[in-house]
């Protein structure tokens, strides 16, 4: 661990509209190796690893689901 990096691990959350993940996943796979889940890269692969544009309503939709699911 180096304490002279100051905070390097991004906070917050991406979303493609179907999946929602950590925005900490892409530090912990480049600096450790860590695995992410084989549903993940399989959902991934399907869309070519190309996020889609979401709309200004699919976005709403997106965060009110995730709000449910992590804050209610």
């Not at 450790?32 to 939709?61: C, M, Q, W």
Request: proline share 6%; with cysteine.
């Amino acid at each position: 661990m180096n304490a002279e990096k100051g905070a390097v691990v991004p906070f917050g959350y991406c979303t493609d509209g179907e999946w929602v993940w950590p925005a900490y996943w892409g530090y912990f796979v480049q600096e450790y190796g860590v695995k992410l889940p084989d549903e993940f890269i399989e959902h991934a692969r399907r869309h070519n690893f190309t996020p889609v544009a979401l709309s200004e309503e699919e976005l709403d939709r997106v965060e009110g689901e995730f709000e449910e699911k992590f804050f209610d």
